[in-house]
């Protein structure tokens, strides 16, 4: 009858086998002895699924409305429309079907070029709206977008909130009109609209 430590060794000389054995089946589904990385893949350098969605333009499917001397993109449910003086930047329906909230008339003309002109054309926006008999018209800070200082003016009457922003570059007044309706929108809403496309602008080379 064998020992304790007979049986030890007998039990330990099984599994040992046993292990072998799994290891020769793995090596050879996996390649020769001769060539070890026959049948092996290869790390792949190309980024995972993860790394390209994070990687991916946060831009993608959105719609450029582009006149002479600059660009703006609008989110992908947004429209941009033809219009008679340039193109019309359409803010989306609050549901399927209703009525659109408002949006931004983008235009290009010919100006005369100074120092001032940014200045003057604040000004001449200001006594426009002004003369609309608007609630409330104001100038605001200027602001940069695409290193391009554009004046701000911001206006509100009954029905509508008002933000015009223009500039002038190599000769031209670049403007964009927005008209929000207020009985959909509130200013916060507007403000969150704007947000997404102006910082968008980019100049003309």
Known sequence: MPTTRARTRHLVSTSAVAVVAILGVTLSACGSADNP???TTTPSNSPSSGQSASSADPK???????????????PPDWDVEHGAGGPELQAPPLREGGVRVGGGSFGSSLTMESSTAIDDAAETALAFHKGENMDKVERLPDITLGGVRFYHVRGEDSARWLDTYGTVRDGRLISILWTFNRGLVDRKETDEMLNQVMPTFEPSS
Do not use: R
Not at 60 to 74: I, K, S, Y
């Open 37 to 39: 990385h026959e049948g």
């Open 60 to 74: 993608a499917g959105w719609h450029a409305a582009e006149v002479e001397g600059g660009q703006f993109l609008v």
